[in-house]
Nanobody, 113 residues
Framework: QVQLVESGGGLVQPGGSLRLSCAAS????????MDWYRQAPGKQRELAAT???????RYVDSVKGRFTISRDNAKNMVYLQMNNMKPEDTAVYYC???????WGQGTQVTVSS
């Protein structure tokens, strides 16, 4: 049974930083590509960042240079480091296994002064 559990969300001021974590069980994250999606209020869910099985990373233009996706193979975890955050980063962030129906429950991130 695949389970993805996100943590690390919260309230941060503009310009601040947060690190989201995704703890995976039932899969080996280094074998699969992993995504972070986000969904802002009233908007469709969008892909924010991807790390492939080979370790390559891709980002949506709006987060390039500010967000970093990474994984820890020993801990079987995936992370999203978010720096210089903006109010438009406010969303529920979801961990996802690429090309599968497996999603985490989401963690709320709010950027506000």
């Amino acid at each position: 049974q695949v389970q993805l559990v996100e943590s690390g969300g919260g309230l941060v001021q503009p310009g601040g930083s947060l690190r989201l974590s995704c703890a995976a069980s039932g899969i080996i994250v280094r074998i699969f590509g992993m995504d972070w999606y986000r969904q802002a209020p009233g908007k469709q869910r969008e892909l924010a960042a991807t790390i492939t099985s080979g370790g390559s990373t891709r980002y949506v233009d709006s987060v390039k240079g500010r967000f970093t996706i990474s994984r820890d193979n020993a801990k079987n975890m995936v992370y999203l480091q978010m720096n210089n955050m903006k109010p438009e980063d406010t969303a529920v962030y979801y961990c996802h296994v690429v090309s599968t129906p497996y999603w985490g429950q989401g963690t709320q991130v709010t950027v506000s002064s």
